[in-house]
């Protein structure tokens, strides 16, 4: 379950820096790259899709744009950085590519791996000192701290493993919920002393 003190710890690697679990045992090469679709990759897809104000752009390629800055709410602190220039922020795979690399995602096609890592719907954004904090950290071992982004977090990480059938073991399993419980409940306010 989910508690005060995995929340600080969490916090705390992030705002540290502090790196979170090592990647060993996995070939992120094999994943690919970002896939170009019209006039953005799909890093540029996101950062665009979920800017909370004016984007500058600039085009570096004919018919290619890159986002350069804009503001964006950090989806595990839930931290406004206004007027963040794009490169210090990172567009984070909900599922860790090398946690999903360790759990069966080596054996998949070269297709299938990189729809995975392309796949919008489980990518967020978030500054790069709290990606570096989460590295390969599952649900159990990684929450935001930010209470609100916490459920849907939690959530889309185990629709994400459900639909790339990623192998859990019993206890991951048990765990993943456990988290999804405690972070999808709305908890009452305590009351001032």
């Known amino acids: 379950m ?13 705002t540290l820096g502090v790196t979170g679990a090592n990647a060993e045992n996995c070939n992120r090469e094999s994943f690919g790259s970002w896939s170009q679709k019209n006039l953005l990759d799909t890093r540029n897809f996101v950062l665009a899709r979920d800017a909370l104000g ?8 004919s018919g290619k744009y890159r986002v350069v800055r804009s503001t ?6 839930g931290k406004i950085h206004y007027h963040q220039v794009a490169e ?3 567009v984070d795979h909900i599922i860790p590519v090398c946690f999903a690399y ?7 096609d070269e297709s299938k791996r990189k729809a995975f890592y392309n796949d919008s719907r489980f990518l967020i954004v978030t500054h790069e000192s709290v990606n570096a904090a989460k590295g390969v950290l599952a649900p159990w071992d990684f929450v935001p701290i930010n209470r609100t982004a ?3 977090y939690v959530t889309r990480f185990r629709e994400g493993v459900v639909e790339y059938e990623i192998e859990l073991s ?11 419980n405690d972070a999808c ?9």
Not at 72 to 77: E, H, M, S
Not at 102 to 108: I, T
Not at 170 to 180: A, G, I, P, T
């Open 2 to 14: 989910v508690n005060a003190k995995t929340a600080i710890l969490s916090f705390c690697m992030a």
């Open 170 to 180: 019993q206890s991951e399993w048990k765990l993943l919920d456990d988290h999804l």
């Open 88 to 90: 210090q922020l990172d």
């Open 72 to 77: 964006w709410r950090d989806a595990l602190t």
């Open 185 to 193: 409940v709305t908890k009452p306010a305590e009351h001032p002393s």
């Open 150 to 152: 916490a459920c849907s």
């Open 102 to 108: 360790q759990r069966g995602a080596d054996l998949w």
């Open 54 to 61: 004016e984007i500058d752009w600039f085009e570096y390629s």
